[in-house]
């Protein structure tokens, strides 16, 4: 299983494969540890029939309040989701949440575009364009996110 502190957007994309998973194939939950748990956790969380686990939910926010951070200190990266905002707005639309955060749009939108290819379906090329833009913003906000989890454990050893 993909780890929050190794790359938590693919973590959050993968819990989101699991429940989806899940959801279609429920007998599927008693093959594996992980699956029986993810199952488990759908259940308590009340999430069978959509929606997300808490620790899908969890790891959002932390994304969500890192790019927060990161948007009033970096001009590069405020520039770039200001370029992103426009077509994240027109994915937000096209959904049941229109006020859904930036980044869960930058994932819903990464995740929408995997199943697509699943489906051997053709992706236009802005669609590849914003998908770019989207990939970037969270591969740097996972690196950043990794990048404070080792100062954090550095800090850890030395106070112990």
Known sequence: ??????NIAEYIL???????YLRAFPEQAESS???SDIFRMMHADDVMDGG??????????????LSDDILTQEATYRAAMIRLTPALNMLKARTDRPTMSNI????????QIMM????KRPISAE???VQQQATSILQYL???YYKQGELEAEEEEVDS
């Open 1 to 6: 299983m993909k780890t929050k502190k190794e």
């Open 14 to 20: 993968y819990l989101w494969q699991l429940e989806d």
């Open 33 to 35: 540890e992980e699956l």
């Open 52 to 65: 997300h686990i808490q620790l899908a939910q969890i790891a959002l926010k932390e994304l969500e309040m």
């Open 104 to 111: 869960e749009a930058c994932l819903l939108l990464l995740y």
């Open 116 to 119: 697509l290819r699943l489906q």
């Open 127 to 129: 669609t590849q364009e």
């Open 142 to 144: 996972s690196k950043t």
